[in-house]
């Protein structure tokens, strides 16, 4: 698999993740699944939105406000959230104010971890298919 289709599966499975879990744990924040559809789209667009916000606000804040460099994972995420309930597409909702303060730090926390741990479970795979194909071709 190509290094940038990998990473880009990752950054997917880690948004859905996260969402996934926010859904589950607060009650403000709801995914839609009779609109699957829309929560899709909203994997996709957050996950686009995640990757270009990030940078541009962490450039912002070393040019502006300094002391918010430590949050910028969260804030970006929120960001990004706050896009995605503003698009007309359905598939998640966010309704009270416990859903918008915890929701970017569940969802944050849970697609950090996965961006760990995802590229470490692919990477044992990868090794260990290419080890047996190695060992394949040395038995012909």
Known sequence: MGLFFMRTLIFLASSALGL???????????????K???????VLIFTVLQSLLAP??????????PALLGGIGIISTFAALLIVILLPIGGLR?????????GP????????????????????????????????????
């Not at 403000?28 to 009779?34: H, K, L």
């Not at 966010?94 to 915890?102: A, E, K, V």
């Open 105 to 140: 730090v569940v969802v944050w926390v849970i697609t950090a971890l996965c961006t760990v741990v995802l590229p470490l479970l692919l990477i044992k795979r990868e090794v260990r298919e290419a080890a047996a194909l190695k060992a394949a071709a040395k038995k012909r």
């Open 94 to 102: 966010i309704t009270d104010p416990l859903g918008w303060i915890l």
């Open 56 to 65: 541009w606000i962490a450039s912002m804040a070393t040019r502006y406000a």
């Open 20 to 34: 996934i879990v926010a859904d589950l744990l607060l009650t403000g924040f709801t995914i839609e699944w009779s």
């Open 36 to 42: 699957w559809w829309g929560f899709v789209l909203c």
